[in-house]
Structure formats: structure tokens, C-alpha cells
């Protein structure tokens, strides 16, 4: 999986790093920092599990989408709580984007929509999707139920 991948790899290139870098100092300061890198190095892992779970249950595009709608929560968060400005423009550059994720999210659950074909064809796209085929009589659940 990607975790057992990336794990190992950013364990060698901190070694390295580490070996490169190594000063009489760090026991001591590995000792005095201990209980705010034990939590931060959990942290990350966890953090790397959800990312590769994120990835395999949405997509990149997904994961792409759930990173842009942290990075607003992480704005709006700043802005209500520390009196961080938020300017117009990015309002509005936050509206589109969530309004482009929902509109995305719609396509992936409905894309034999009205609204999907008006999209294709307002950006010049291919019909790529297929009519979805109507249910016929053998099909139905009604006609499941008289010939049972």
C-alpha cells in the first residue's frame, strides 16, 4: 500500500539527512522536546494512513477536492477565531470553488443528469456518457413480481 511505500522511503531520506547533518546536541534536545515530537510524529502517520484511504475510496481528483476544502476550513477557521482579513476576492474565489466541488460531486452521483449533458455540451465536450437504457417490462420490479 502507499504508506508501507512511503514510510520506509522517508525513513531512509531522514536517516540520511540525519547522518549528514549530525550535531553532539540532538539527544539533549531529543530529550527536552520528547512529548511534542511523539505527538507530531503520530500525527503525521495517521495522517498518511487517511491520506492513502482518501485516495483509494475517491479518487486523486477527490483527494485533490478534499485537500482544496481543507485549505478554505483552514482559512475561515484563522478568520473567525484569530480576526484573520479574508478580502473579497477570496470569498469569491472560496464560493467558486466550493460551488465547483458540490457541481463535481453532483456529476460523479447523477452524470445521465440534464444538467451533466447541458454542462458537455456548454464546454464543447463529447457526449461520452451514455443514455442510461429504460427499463423495460423484464426488467422491472413489477415484472419481476408476476413472473414470481
Not at 482579513?85 to 469569491?92: E, H, L, N, P, S
Request: glycine share 6%; hydrophobic share 50%; net charge neutral.
Amino acid at each position: 500500500s502507499y504508506t508501507m511505500f512511503v514510510a520506509p522511503t522517508c525513513l531512509v531520506v531522514l536517516v540520511v539527512g540525519t547522518a549528514l547533518t549530525w550535531d553532539s546536541k540532538i539527544p539533549a534536545a531529543l530529550h527536552t522536546w520528547q512529548w511534542y515530537l511523539l505527538p507530531n510524529a503520530l500525527l503525521a502517520f495517521v495522517l498518511n494512513v487517511m491520506v492513502a484511504s482518501i485516495i483509494k475510496e475517491v479518487s486523486a481528483v477527490g483527494f485533490i477536492l478534499t485537500g482544496v476544502c481543507k485549505d478554505i476550513v483552514i482559512v475561515l477557521f484563522s478568520c473567525l477565531f484569530f480576526g484573520e482579513v479574508v478580502t473579497a476576492g477570496q470569498c469569491m474565489g472560496f464560493t467558486l470553488t466550493l460551488f465547483g466541488v458540490f457541481f463535481w460531486s453532483y456529476l460523479k452521483v447523477n452524470p445521465h443528469s440534464n444538467v451533466a449533458r447541458f454542462a458537455e455540451r456548454t464546454l464543447g465536450m463529447p457526449a461520452t456518457l451514455q443514455t442510461p437504457p429504460e427499463p423495460t417490462e423484464a426488467t422491472s420490479l413489477k415484472g419481476i413480481k408476476e413472473k414470481a
